[in-house]
């Protein structure tokens, strides 16, 4: 998922890009403090999210967003601002979501999990999905494991981010077990 946070303010983009690196982990994030590079970025990758801040000093982010729609039409635009009365005209370009700052990440979840337009992914990739239920996809068909637990130990692997893990540790995980006898060994190993 590319995902584009617009806000001239440093400190409340700052506070924003973090938030949603802990929502999205995976996800391509570029924070941006000014329109025009924001409309410069849009042209050259299509974002599936861009949040934008509404009143900015160059042009505000309802006028940035239409910008963004017509470059991308499939963008999804969640407003994140300080004031409420300017969600009606939100509502009228046709907007994913409306935040108010300071952002929780609760509403930030909530935004990426009703986004208006759903995410296309056309590359032939491993994909996992984490929001929901836990999903993988190979070439957007969804992957079938055999048994339960080897669903189980992915979503660990994945959740580890390459950090090592041992046997032990592994079937104490997944058979729910404070020390790993011989047969749940035998059995990860197989």
């Not at 042209?43 to 309802?62: R, S, T």
């Not at 990739?125 to 929901?132: A, E, H």
């Not at 592994?170 to 058979?175: K, T, V, Y």
Request: proline content about 3%; charged content about 30%.
């Amino acid at each position: 998922m590319r995902i584009m946070i617009v806000d001239d303010e440093k400190y409340a983009m700052k506070q924003l890009c973090s938030v949603v690196e802990q929502v999205a982990p995976g996800a391509e994030i570029v924070c941006i403090n000014e329109c025009d590079d924001a409309v410069e970025a849009a042209k050259h990758k299509n974002y599936d999210v861009a949040f934008l801040d509404i009143q900015m000093p160059e042009k505000d982010g309802l006028e940035l967003a239409k910008e963004l729609k017509d470059i991308y039409k499939y963008i999804n635009i969640v407003f994140v601002t300080g004031y409420s009365q300017y969600a009606l005209d939100a509502l009228k370009i046709h907007c994913s979501g409306y935040v108010l700052k300071p952002a929780k990440k609760e509403d930030i979840e909530d935004a990426l999990a009703n986004l208006r337009a759903p995410i296309q992914y056309n590359d032939n990739k491993l994909r996992v999905q984490c929001f929901g239920s836990f999903e993988v996809f190979y070439n957007n068909k969804p992957v079938n494991f055999d048994r339960s637990k080897t669903k189980e130990l992915f979503a660990y692997l994945i959740d580890r981010r390459g950090a090592a893990a041992t046997t032990g540790e592994l079937c104490g995980i997944l058979w729910d077990e404070k020390s790993a006898d011989e047969s749940s060994k035998i059995t990860l190993e197989i």
